[in-house]
């Protein structure tokens, strides 16, 4: 998602001069909405009663915009800690953007992002890779976000929710994908920040304001499971951590000693003997970032793991026997067969797997059988 999108959607909540806390602003219909923590306005004990002329809401311009009304009640604010802004509109409407709105992310696929302001700092900032933990079952439509614990605490302060409180509001978004998808605001840091977890309220609560005539369409999370856009971002976290000191550790540990038997006694029927160590390891890196991404991403989505599945075992029932008179015959039956496999992949799973995926497995699927028994290179009979 391109962050200048993102910082659009920030808004920074005063009273008077005083910054109180992070938002979502938005423009819907005629209007320029904010979405919030409801304890931002009405204290953490909701004992509070905001009087609006004094609040405003800067956004990503630095424009303050007078807080209207409170669209939600202070019930509905104490049960759910959720808030919806209607502001004065001081700038163009044109200038903002709306979100998707989507239920809790629960698909471990999703990477999280959020962008709010500390309340001790001058500027907002973005803080990414934070994946769904669970749900909160006592308190409804609040869920939990892990995030590096590192980043809840700075070199003063112990505890982070002594010094990040102005984050409360921040808006959660889908990081690893090319739309601006809402899924919430922070409300809560538990724990002082001890538990590398981040608490949140799903934008779903707001379905109870349907009676206000605020009825935001609310997306399924579900529905993103098989949408391709996801994975580009993943893939290249993948593809960051297999470098050349991985592919090391994995030749020299003895439980991958057959797989490397099998290599080395295969590639010098289709190398020359210079070629023979650049593909040794091009071979190992591929098989390293089809096991990753297939661990990391298909593991966790049980409906795309069974499409592939059921897609390989079929075709792994094939005979896969090259037969060369020469090391360039060799190669060409090699491709021949990672093409051929790679438009099977296509053409079964295609449709909800980007072209990039079915790359990498096709790729993966050959520097399997190379390092298996599967593949045969054989003298042209």
Same mark, same amino acid.
């Given at each position: 998602?391109?962050?200048?999108?993102?910082?659009?959607?920030?808004?920074?909540?005063?009273?008077?001069?005083?910054?109180?806390?992070?938002?979502?602003?938005?423009?819907?219909?005629?209007?320029?909405?904010?979405?919030?923590?409801?304890?931002?306005?009405?204290?953490?004990?909701?004992?509070?009663?905001?009087?609006?002329?004094?609040?405003?809401?800067?956004?990503?311009?630095?424009?303050?915009?007078?807080?209207?009304?409170?669209?939600?009640?202070?019930?509905?604010? #104490?049960?759910?800690?959720?808030?919806?802004?209607?502001?004065?509109?001081?700038?163009?409407?044109?200038?903002?953007?709306?979100?998707?709105?989507?239920?809790?992310?629960?698909?471990?696929?999703?990477?999280?992002?959020?962008?709010?302001? =500390?309340?001790?700092?001058?500027?907002?900032?973005?803080?990414?890779?934070?994946?769904?933990?669970?749900?909160?079952?006592?308190?409804?439509?609040?869920?939990?976000?892990?995030?590096?614990?590192?980043?809840?605490?700075?070199?003063?302060?112990?505890?982070?929710?002594?010094?990040?409180?102005?984050?409360?509001?921040?808006?959660?978004?889908?990081?690893?994908?090319? #739309?601006?998808?809402?899924?919430?605001?922070?409300?809560?840091?538990?724990?002082?920040?001890?538990?590398?977890?981040?608490?949140?309220?799903?934008?779903?609560?707001?379905?109870?304001?349907?009676?206000?005539?605020?009825?935001?369409?609310?997306?399924?999370?579900?529905?993103?499971?098989?949408?391709?856009?996801?994975?580009?971002?993943?893939?290249?976290?993948?593809?960051?951590?297999?470098?050349?000191?991985?592919?090391?550790?994995?030749?020299?540990?003895?439980?991958?000693?057959?797989?490397?038997?099998?290599?080395?006694?295969?590639?010098?029927?289709?190398?020359?003997?210079?070629?023979?160590?650049?593909?040794?390891?091009?071979?190992?890196?591929?098989?390293?970032?089809?096991?990753?991404?297939?661990?990391?991403?298909?593991?966790?989505?049980?409906?795309?793991?069974?499409?592939?599945?059921?897609?390989?075992?079929?075709?792994?029932?094939?005979?896969?026997?090259? =037969?060369?008179?020469? #090391?360039?015959?060799?190669?060409?039956?090699?491709?021949?067969?990672?093409?051929?496999?790679?438009?099977?992949?296509?053409?079964?799973?295609?449709?909800?797997?980007?072209?990039?995926?079915? #790359?990498?497995?096709?790729? =993966?699927?050959?520097?399997?059988?190379?390092?298996?028994?599967?593949?045969?290179?054989?003298?042209?009979?």
């Amino acid at each position: 998602m391109n962050i200048s999108n993102l910082n659009v959607t920030t808004g920074l909540i005063h009273i008077a001069d005083r910054f109180i806390g992070s938002s979502v602003i938005f423009p819907w219909k005629e209007d320029l909405l904010c979405l919030t923590a409801s304890h931002n306005l009405f204290g953490k004990k909701f004992d509070q009663s905001p009087t609006l002329q004094n609040w405003n809401v800067v956004d990503h311009t630095g424009v303050a915009h007078p807080i209207l009304e409170l669209l939600g009640d202070h019930d509905f604010a #104490k049960l759910h800690d959720i808030i919806v802004l209607k502001l004065d509109c001081k700038s163009s409407l044109g200038s903002f953007s709306c979100p998707i709105f989507c239920t809790i992310p629960k698909n471990p696929t999703h990477s999280l992002m959020f962008r709010g302001r =500390y309340e001790s700092s001058t500027s907002s900032v973005t803080h990414k890779k934070l994946c769904f933990n669970s749900v909160c079952e006592r308190i409804d439509h609040h869920f939990l976000c892990s995030i590096d614990r590192s980043l809840l605490t700075n070199n003063t302060y112990s505890s982070g929710s002594d010094w990040l409180g102005g984050w409360s509001g921040s808006g959660l978004f889908i990081e690893n994908h090319k #739309k601006l998808i809402c899924a919430g605001v922070i409300v809560e840091i538990p724990n002082k920040g001890d538990d590398g977890q981040i608490q949140f309220v799903s934008v779903s609560a707001l379905s109870a304001l349907k009676p206000l005539g605020i009825e935001l369409p609310i997306m399924d999370s579900e529905e993103l499971n098989f949408d391709p856009n996801l994975s580009k971002s993943s893939l290249d976290a993948i593809f960051d951590t297999i470098d050349e000191n991985a592919i090391t550790e994995w030749e020299n540990n003895d439980i991958n000693k057959p797989q490397l038997i099998y290599i080395n006694s295969k590639l010098p029927n289709v190398y020359a003997e210079d070629q023979l160590e650049i593909n040794k390891r091009l071979i190992i890196k591929k098989l390293l970032l089809g096991k990753a991404y297939i661990t990391a991403e298909l593991s966790n989505n049980e409906q795309l793991f069974t499409l592939y599945k059921n897609a390989y075992k079929v075709y792994d029932l094939e005979d896969k026997n090259i =037969y060369a008179d020469n #090391k360039s015959e060799a190669r060409l039956g090699v491709t021949n067969i990672k093409n051929e496999y790679e438009n099977y992949l296509s053409e079964c799973i295609g449709t909800v797997f980007s072209a990039s995926d079915v #790359k990498l497995l096709a790729f =993966y699927g050959i520097s399997e059988w190379i390092a298996d028994c599967s593949l045969s290179i054989l003298a042209n009979e």
